[in-house]
C-alpha cells in the first residue's frame, strides 16, 4: 500500500515514521528539503506527485492549518481514496462542500489513548454528574528546533492559539459526553510570550449526559500537565495522561504507551476495510470547528 504526506513539519514527519513503521511506501509532497530521509520522493505538489503515483491508498494532509481546506479541494479533484486531515480542520468553521466526505478524517488521536478508551468503557451506564479537563505546555517547549514565536502556534492569522492548538480536548469531550449547550467562554492573550494568539482559553457548557463540562487550556503551563477529573454517582475518575495513570475512586492503574501508540491505532483504524467509527469523521470535526467558532 502506498501512502503521501503532503507538509513535512514535525508533525509530518511524526506521520513519516509511523507510516515507515506499519510498512507503508511513502512519498511526500513539501517545498522542504527532506534531509531525514532523502531515499524518499518528494515533489512540489500533489498534482505532480498524482502524476507518477496513480496507486496511492492514502493520502495524510500535515500542512499548515490555513491550508487544510485548500489542500482537501485539491486532493479530492484527484484522488477518490481515503484522506486524514491533521486537526484542527481548519481556521474557521465555513467549510466548503466536499465530495466523498466519508472517507475524510480529522487527526485527532487522542481518542485511541487507552485511558481515553478505558474512561468510554467505564461510564457507559453511568450517570455523570461532572467533567473537568485541563491541559498544559508552555509553547517554548513544543518545537525543540523552531522559535517559537516563529511557529504557526504564536499567529492568529495561521490557526495558532490554545483553541484550536489543544482542540483534542475538545473533540474527545464531544466524543464522551455529547453535543454542547450552554456554552460560555472566556480566552484571551494573558502571558508574556510574544504571540497574538490567544494563550489562555477557559469553556464550560453542559450536555445531555453532563451537567457541566469545563475545559482549561493553556501554551503556558512549565509542568506540562493533561488531567481529566469525572465524577459519576457512584465514582470519580482521575486521569492523568502524561503520566499514564488512571484512578478509579482509590484504585490506581498504570498505562504503557509509546510516543507513537495513539497515530499507529489511528492509521491502522482508518486504512482497515471498513474503517473503524471511532476515527473522527470530518463531521464531527465540523462539530469541533463550530464549537471553536462559537
Known amino acids: 500500500m502506498k501512502a503521501c ?6 508533525i509530518g514527519k511524526r506521520h513519516l515514521d509511523v507510516l515507515n513503521h506499519l510498512g507503508l511506501k511513502t512519498v511526500i509532497v513539501s517545498r522542504r528539503e527532506n534531509s531525514d530521509s532523502k531515499e524518499i520522493q518528494t515533489y512540489p505538489t500533489f498534482k505532480s506527485c498524482w502524476l507518477e503515483n496513480h496507486d496511492l491508498a492514502y493520502v495524510v494532509i500535515a500542512n499548515e492549518t490555513s491550508m487544510h481546506i485548500k489542500t482537501i479541494l485539491e486532493v479530492r479533484k484527484l484522488f477518490k481514496g481515503k484522506i486524514l486531515v491533521e486537526k484542527p480542520l481548519s481556521i474557521n468553521d465555513q467549510i466548503p462542500p466536499i465530495e466523498n ?4 478524517f480529522v487527526a485527532y488521536n487522542l481518542r485511541f489513548h487507552p485511558i481515553i478508551l478505558k474512561i468510554r468503557e467505564l461510564l457507559k451506564d453511568q450517570t455523570i454528574l461532572s467533567a473537568h479537563v485541563y491541559v498544559g505546555q508552555h509553547l ?13 502556534s504564536a499567529k492568529k492569522e495561521l490557526g495558532g ?7 483534542h480536548e475538545l473533540d474527545y469531550c464531544l466524543w464522551l459526553f455529547g453535543e454542547t449547550s450552554n456554552l460560555k467562554a472566556i480566552s484571551g492573550n494573558f502571558s ?3 504571540i497574538n494568539s490567544d494563550d489562555f482559553c477557559s469553556v464550560m457548557y453542559q450536555t445531555k449526559l453532563c451537567p457541566i463540562v469545563t475545559i482549561n487550556m493553556n501554551y503556558v503551563d512549565h509542568l506540562s500537565q493533561r488531567e481529566i477529573i469525572i465524577n459519576t454517582n457512584k465514582m470519580t475518575l482521575k486521569a492523568d495522561l502524561v503520566q499514564g495513570t488512571l484512578m478509579v475512586n482509590k484504585v490506581l492503574e498504570k ?3 509509546e510516543r507513537n501508540t495513539t497515530y499507529e491505532a489511528e492509521h491502522n483504524a482508518i486504512l482497515q476495510e471498513p474503517a473503524s467509527n471511532m476515527a473522527c469523521q470530518l463531521k ?8 471553536i467558532q462559537e
Not at 466526505?101 to 475524510?104: A, F, K, Q, S, Y
Not at 464531527?284 to 464549537?291: H, R
Open 5 to 10: 504526506i503532503i507538509g513535512l513539519g514535525s
Open 284 to 291: 464531527d470535526a465540523i462539530n469541533v470547528q463550530k464549537m
Open 101 to 104: 466526505t466519508e472517507n475524510i
Open 161 to 167: 492559539g490554545v483553541l484550536r492548538d489543544l482542540s
Open 140 to 152: 517554548s517547549t513544543w518545537r525543540s528546533q523552531t522559535d517559537y514565536w516563529n511557529c504557526y
Open 192 to 194: 508574556d510570550l510574544k
Open 255 to 257: 498505562f504503557q504507551t
